[in-house]
């Protein structure tokens, strides 16, 4: 069965760091290109980043220069490293894969995990 | 950046309404469009890729179409597992951007 689940999640002070994970089943996340996407209390959905099969890393402007995405191959596990932590970056971060639906664009976040939340308040 | 912007925010629908979702991007984006349906606590569940490709699974009542900067979702006739929040998304240049969201509720 296909499958992401996601932990790490928690309440942490601003400024501190927190370190997700995204555990893959049924696929293999090297293969693909997987992404973070976070949803802050009662709002949307706001794309946080990417790490492409070939291993290019993009981030949205919100959370550039303190996120970092990467992947450990052996463990199927994408991850990602929050430091400097704000008020503003309380939500519940889901991990998904992009697909290219037999392109060579990655439009679309076709398998979702169930998300964790992550929580930063003093 | 692009913005999408969804409207309406908020909709009032029966069972068995046709009803129309409209996502608008702040400049061209061709055809790379998706649609979302979320329901409270739960992940999103992609419906809708390129416009208007239906993902697997997804029952046929559900179709999107538009390209460039305007894009609808259709739901041909509303039933009770649809009630629920749905958000459009593009992808354009490295970034992927949602809309704010549409939220189907029971009229």
């Known amino acids: 069965e296909v499958q992401l689940v996601e932990s790490g999640g928690g309440l942490i002070q601003p400024g501190g760091s927190l370190r997700l994970s995204c555990a893959a089943s049924?696929?293999?996340?090297?293969?693909?290109?997987m992404s973070w996407v976070r949803q802050a209390p009662g709002k949307g959905l706001e794309w946080v980043s990417v790490?492409?099969?070939?291993?290019?890393?993009y981030y949205a402007d919100s959370v550039k220069g303190r996120f970092t995405i990467s992947r450990d191959n052996s463990k199927n596990t994408l991850y990602l490293q929050m430091n400097s932590l704000r008020a503003e970056d309380t939500a519940v971060y889901y991990c998904?894969?992009?697909?290219?639906?037999?392109?060579?664009?990655?439009?679309?976040?076709?398998?979702w995990g169930q998300g964790t939340m992550v929580t930063v308040s003093s | 950046d692009i913005q999408m912007t969804q409207s309406p925010s908020t909709l009032s629908a029966s069972v068995g309404d046709r009803v129309t979702i409209t996502c608008r991007a702040s400049q061209s984006i061709s055809s790379w469009l998706a649609w979302y349906q979320q329901k409270p606590g739960k992940a999103p569940k992609l419906l809708i890729y390129?416009?208007?490709s239906l993902e697997s699974g997804v029952p046929s009542r559900f179709s999107g179409s538009g390209s460039g900067t305007e894009f609808t979702l259709t739901i041909s006739s509303l039933q009770p597992d649809d009630f629920a929040t749905y958000y459009c998304?593009?992808?354009?240049?490295?970034?992927?951007?949602f809309g704010q969201g549409t939220k189907v509720e029971i009229k």
């Open positions: 998904a894969r992009l697909s290219t639906f037999g392109g060579v664009i990655p439009d679309a976040f076709d398998i």
């Open positions: 998304q593009q992808y354009n240049s490295y970034r992927w951007t």
């Open positions: 049924g696929f293999t996340v090297s293969s693909n290109y």
């Open positions: 390129k416009a208007s």
């Open positions: 790490i492409y099969s070939g291993g290019s890393t």
